[in-house]
Structure formats: C-alpha cells, structure tokens
C-alpha cells in the first residue's frame, strides 16, 4: 500500500498555522486564568470589606426609630441593609433563628434566600469563612458574618453573596473575541503563508521538474536564475551541477567511441590475418606471427592505460613513501634507454628525499620518455632532469624533436588527443592516451604537468609536485658547476651499479 506523501508547501503552511495558533492560544488562556484569579481576590476582598463595614455600622450607628443603640441583631442587620447597597452582582439577607428574615434591594440573578437547602446550610455554618457554593445562576462565592447584641438571644447572620459567574461574564465576552480573532487571523495567515509558500518554493517545484524531464540524452535543460537569495543559489547550483554532468557524460561518450574505435582496428587486423594464414606460405607465417603480436601488445598497452586512467579516482591510487630523486631520476633513464637509440642525458638532479608514489612517478617519466622517443629521430637527444624549487619538485623530459605548438600545449594533455606527426613522416604509435596518463598521475599528487619550449628548441614536459617532508643531502644544479659535475658522476656511478 502506497503511503500519500505530504507536500513540502503542506508541512510549512502547517508549522506557521501552528506556531501561530500556540502564539495566541497560551496568551488568551494565560490571560484568563489571571483574570479569573484576580476576580476571585476581588470577590474576596469585597466580602470582606462588606463585613467591615458591618462591624463599624454596629458600633457607631442607632436605632432610627430610638435614637438608641440596637437592642436587636434583626433590626441592626435590616438598617445595614437599608443604608448599604450591595455592589453589583452581588446581595445579602439575613437569617433569624434560621430562617431567611430580610434581604438587600435590588435584582439579584437568583433568589438563594428562598432556597431552603441554601438557608439551611447557612444557618449550620460554624465559621466565617468564605466559601464556594453551586446555584443556578452559576458558581457563588459567600460569607456569613454572625451578629450578637447584648441581651438578645436569638442567632442572628448576615449572609453576603457574589454571583461570581456573572461577574465573569465580561471577562468570557472578552476571552470570546479573542478566540474569535484569533481564529480569523489564523485562517488569514495560512491564506497568506499558502501563498507565500508557493511563492518561494516555485523553484524548487521547478527544480524537481526539470529533474524529471532530464535523460541520458537530453541534459540541455536549465533553470532560470532571477533574484539573489538562497533559492537563486540553489538554482545556480543546480544549473552548475548540470553543465557538469553535461559535460562528463559527453566525454564518456566519446571516450567509449574512441575506445571502441582504437580497439576495433587491432582486432580487425587480427581477425584478417588469422583468416589468412592457412593460406599463407610458411615463409611468411613469421612475418604475420610477428604483426599479430605487435597488434596484441597495442591492444594491451591501450587496455593498460584505460585500466590506469579508470583507478585514478581511487582512494587507493597512490601508494606515498619516501623517494630518493637521484635515484629515481636515474633509474628512469636507465629503463628508457631501452625505447630507442637516442642520446640519453640525466641534465640535472636534486639529492633529496620526499615523500611520493616512486612507482607511479616513474610510469609518467617513461610516458614522458616513450612520448619523446616517438617524436624524435635515432640519434636525437633526449634529457632527464629533477630539480627541487621554493617547495616544489620538478621533474623533466625534454628532446630536440619538432616541439609542440603553443596552441596545442593544454589539449595534449586530453584522452584520445594526438599531435601532428607529419613533420616526422610517420604516424603515431599510440592512441593518444599516455600524456592523458601522466596528466592524472600529477594530479593525483595534488601537482600538474605542461608542456613548453626547451631551451635549446623542441618539447619539454614538466611533472610539477609538491615537495612532501623534503630531506636535503644537496642540491645538484647549472649554478654550481662543480657540484653538478659530482652529481652526474654520482648518478653515473648508481647507473653501472643498477646494471
């Protein structure tokens, strides 16, 4: 069963309808619970007043009809009561020997002397404490104040009442409206944050959008950049993300045709020549046994160097530990000599440890090396070089062949990329792939490789790293002569001993 998702524009309109219904529901009900306790002092306070003013009446007033003091608890309670009003919502009588003898002028919300329950329970209290009592004109708060003049022997109380209900009755009005407000301003916020929403999460509507309409063969689709807020920056960012993709999934296209088109020339020369051999001559079965297997050692070089470039993105690519880089430098050259008759020199090198992958560096110098070989004549000069510079390590192959042209010197460095060879009147041997190699291997440490003049004319390529945790045992180079000179014979010496 398939569970209905709610919208992002739903959960928002949703958290502001809530945090506002709390921001104006905890003030109205804070505001009448203290209203309501303030009330009730008040009611308290009034009572009590009342019976103060009972106690002082008793004292300074006389009888009307006399002009003596009181000889009566009835006839003092019914003067109070003609010269006292009672405040409003609330009343008194009196009780005689329980019984209801008068009570106070005016409308009353409910007759509770006429209540017999009522009378009964006044004339049995003990105390003069003041209590809650239910009546149907809502809750009551009452007093009863017990009267005694000398000679009379009769049990006499004034009962004070407050229909405190009533009184609350502006203060429920009050609380009503505010309810009431409250529910309007509600409705109208989440009207307002609804639209507000939609307003700002249009681009991110259209974000998703655009996602859905994108395929592995349409990803020219991109969203409008207005404004300058965070929603613009996730547009940017999304429309970035896209150019991105856009352009990795090009090149993987043609990667995978220019793989595909580099590999199917090998194997239709070996399925040509395989076909052919039963009918070749025996004098020439060598002839095809030996191209069958130099198209066999092209296929494993390009398979090798896609195997490498696919690894580059390894975390484990790189295996760094210290490196001598006279003896790399060295033991380099020594191994390239092996790719054809040239003038191998080591020009320059830096007697210092650091911290780097020596196997994977030594792969590039030899991609370096094959490079220059396949661009130079026999005879020609090839140099070798390393040289340590404000923190950084250089390392070099530069020949004397025709160089490359200064319009070429970035695109070199690109899968499948290969330089003009005409001059040299004969085509390339590989498929474009080694400098792309080296290119990654700088990389990887965090360095780069680019191509320039050499000083005396043709192509030098430069393998700049950073120089990790160097170790100086001295520096080997043109602006010490003498040093330089013990630095060949030093490498001249490693060179016969690794022979």
Known sequence: MLRRSTSARSRIVGWMLLLLGAALAVPTVGITIVWQAELDRQVDAQLLAEADKLRTFART???????????????????????????????????????ADRRSSGPVPARLDRDPAVVALMASTADTRIRWLDSPAGKVRYGVVPVQIAGDNTDTRLVLLSFRDRELRQER???????????????????????????????????????ERISETDLTQRLPVRGHDDVTALAETFNHMLDRLSGAFTAQRQFLDKVAHELRTPITVLRGHL??????????????RALLLDELDRMRRIVDDLLLLARAERPDFLSLGRTHLTDLVVDATAKAQALGHRRWTVAEVADVSVHLDEQRVTQALMQLAANAVSHTGEGD??????????????LWVSDTGPGVAPEDREQIFQSFYQGDTALLGRAATGIGLGLAVVREIAQAHDGSVRAEEAPGGGARFVIDLPALHPTMEGTFGEQDPDSRGRGKNRCLRRKRSAS
């Open 61 to 99: 007033s006389r009888d009307p009809h006399t002009g003596e003091r009181f000889t009566s608890g009835a006839a003092l309670l019914t003067a109070f009561m003609a010269f006292h009003r009672p405040e409003h919502n609330a009343a008194f009588f009196s009780l005689v020997d329980g019984r």
């Open 173 to 211: 009005h009050m609380a009503r409206l505010l309810l009431a407000s409250g529910c309007f301003a509600l409705v109208v916020a989440g009207l307002a944050s609804w639209l507000v929403a939609g307003r700002v999460l249009a681009p991110i509507r259209l974000v998703r959008q655009t996602a």
């Open 275 to 288: 076909e052919l051999m039963s009918e070749d001559p025996d004098s020439q079965r060598h002839q095809t």
């Open 381 to 394: 000069a090839i140099e070798v070089g390393s040289r340590l510079w404000a923190g950084r390590v250089l």
